[in-house]
């Protein structure tokens, strides 16, 4: 299935806006949440393609947000690519254990993640 909808979750405005911007560009469809728990909210009411994930926010943090989604009946089909500064691969295995089908470190590359994204199977 090939993505058309993705939800960018990040508590950075800078963030948001600079990931929107590229996959807008591309073509693709985008909402965006500010915390993890609207990120879950968000995910569950418009069922997008693909969650853009970042790990540190306030309250529910990423790795939280993408557990939940990963192992919830409404949610768990859903694709989540974590983009995060935590470049430790330590970070990355934990990331993945918790769901994640893919861990990139920002800054992102717009290159690279449009190329993450045709990626999936």
């Known amino acids: ?5 993705i939800l960018v979750v990040d508590d ?3 963030e948001r806006f600079f990931i929107s911007d590229v996959l807008t560009k591309a073509g693709y469809q985008v909402i965006t949440a500010e915390t993890g728990e609207e990120g879950i909210a968000k995910a569950k009411a418009n069922k997008p393609d693909l969650i853009l994930m970042d790990v540190v926010m306030p309250g529910l943090n990423g790795y939280q947000a993408t557990r939940t989604l990963t ?3 409404e949610t768990k089909g859903i694709p989540v ?3 995060t500064s935590k470049g430790q691969e330590t970070d990355k295995i934990w990331g993945l254990r918790q769901g994640a089908v893919d861990y990139l470190v920002k800054p992102l590359k717009p290159e ?3 190329k993450r994204i045709v990626a999936l199977p």
Do not use: F, G, Q
């Open 1 to 5: 299935m090939p993505v058309k909808n």
């Open 81 to 83: 690519i974590v983009c």
């Open 71 to 73: 192992r919830d009946e």
């Open 112 to 114: 690279e993640l449009l």
């Open 12 to 14: 950075s405005a800078t």
